[in-house]
């Protein structure tokens, strides 16, 4: 069985700071990785897809690696600004129902 | 373009009561899925469908009830209302493709059983 696992849980940081959220797995046999934003109240917002067969997707100010050998992904954050508060959450598709198996988010602060 | 909408956005309920909450794409997305969120628990699939009249369970589907007559709408049932179906719930839809299958959420209801 898939597990996920988000580190940190939790991060506070000054609003310019280059950011890593990270995002682990236990089983490489993905079909893609999908991260989402959530803000509080709201629904969740894609913001990348990454194909298993892909090494990384860049959108804006953020880009996402996956790492299946090592069961890693993570999302970069460049110049982290106050909007960017948020909590972020990556996703797994394993099989062809295309079900998602989410890990438990990072929550982001940006300080102004 | 409206996309993917739920409503209500907000139900208060009492125990042994039956709910439904709906969930209307626009994409004609062929696949639909009903998550719950929960803290401590994270985002875990209640049930999902492929298609009009194919609808499959997810990781907790007790308690609940699911139909899909048409494309565009997924409604999800609580048969009788249990306080521990308080929760956040939302709805996805995807395209069934083999790539770029971005899954699209709704809004979200958030629900409470008294």
């Known amino acids: 069985k898939q597990e996920v696992t988000q580190i940190p849980a939790a991060l506070s940081v000054p609003e310019g700071e280059n950011l890593v959220l990270n995002c682990s797995f236990t089983?490489?046999?993905?079909?893609?990785l999908q991260w989402f934003r959530q803000d509080p109240g709201k629904g969740l917002t894609s913001l990348l897809l990454?194909?298993?067969?892909?090494r990384e997707q860049t959108s804006g100010r953020l880009n996402a690696s996956l790492d299946k050998s090592s069961g890693r992904s993570t999302l970069y954050i460049a110049a982290s600004q106050p909007g960017d508060s948020a909590t972020y959450l990556c996703?797994?598709?394993?099989?062809?129902?295309?079900?998602?198996?989410f890990g438990s988010g990072t929550r982001l602060l940006v300080r102004p | 373009d409206a996309g993917i909408t739920q409503s209500p956005r907000y139900k208060i309920t009492e125990t042994g009561r039956q709910v439904t909450l709906m969930c209307h794409q626009t994409?004609?997305?062929?696949?639909m899925f009903w998550y719950r969120q929960d803290l401590g628990h994270g985002l875990r699939l209640i049930y999902y469908?492929?298609?009009?009249?194919?609808?499959d369970k997810g990781e907790v589907p007790d308690g609940y009830v699911v139909s899909r007559s048409k494309t565009e709408n997924f409604p999800l049932t609580l048969e009788s209302a249990t306080r521990s179906q308080t929760s956040v719930y939302f709805c996805?839809?995807?395209?069934?493709?083999?790539?770029?299958?971005?899954?699209?959420f709704g809004p979200g209801t958030r629900l409470t059983v008294l």
């Open positions: 996805a839809s995807t395209v069934a493709r083999t790539r770029n299958n971005e899954q699209f």
């Open positions: 994409w004609s997305h062929s696949y």
């Open positions: 469908s492929a298609a009009a009249d194919i609808t």
């Open positions: 089983d490489s046999a993905i079909y893609n």
């Open positions: 990454i194909q298993s067969s892909q």
């Open positions: 996703a797994f598709r394993m099989d062809s129902s295309y079900k998602l198996i």
